[in-house]
């Protein structure tokens, strides 16, 4: 279970539309000229999920950048136990037919 998501906002891409502002007023603050400024560190809790994301799907410079969901720190210890499963490898005599290459 997540503790939230978590968001950057990158200034220099923000063409001041203030969309973000509008949909999530919590998170973004206009200045001025319009253009948005983060506030806060970009944590978002889930109950404020939905507007947050609307206001990044939303941004037509896409200025907002989803960084991922927030974990909680865990114990190593109550941690199952993750392996990484490979790919079994393509075989040669498929490729080649599907490509039409000969060697």
């Given at each position: 279970m997540?503790?939230?998501?978590?968001?950057?906002?990158?200034?220099?891409l923000c063409d001041?539309?203030?969309?973000c502002?509008?949909h999530a007023?919590d998170y973004?603050s206009l200045?001025?000229?319009?253009?948005a400024s983060?506030v806060?560190?970009?944590?978002?809790p889930?109950r404020?999920?939905?507007?947050?994301?609307r206001?990044?799907?939303?941004c037509?410079?896409h200025?907002?950048i989803?960084?991922g969901?927030h974990?909680p720190?865990e114990?190593?210890?109550?941690r199952p136990?993750?392996?990484?499963t490979?790919?079994?490898?393509?075989?040669t005599?498929?490729?080649?037919a599907?490509?039409g290459?000969?060697?």
């Amino acid at each position: 279970m997540s503790d939230g998501l978590r968001i950057r906002l990158d200034r220099t891409l923000c063409d001041g539309f203030g969309i973000c502002a509008k949909h999530a007023p919590d998170y973004f603050s206009l200045d001025d000229w319009g253009y948005a400024s983060l506030v806060g560190d970009g944590t978002v809790p889930e109950r404020d999920r939905d507007a947050v994301m609307r206001a990044l799907l939303d941004c037509p410079a896409h200025a907002i950048i989803y960084m991922g969901e927030h974990r909680p720190s865990e114990n190593q210890q109550d941690r199952p136990d993750v392996t990484e499963t490979l790919e079994p490898a393509p075989k040669t005599e498929d490729n080649e037919a599907i490509s039409g290459f000969v060697r």
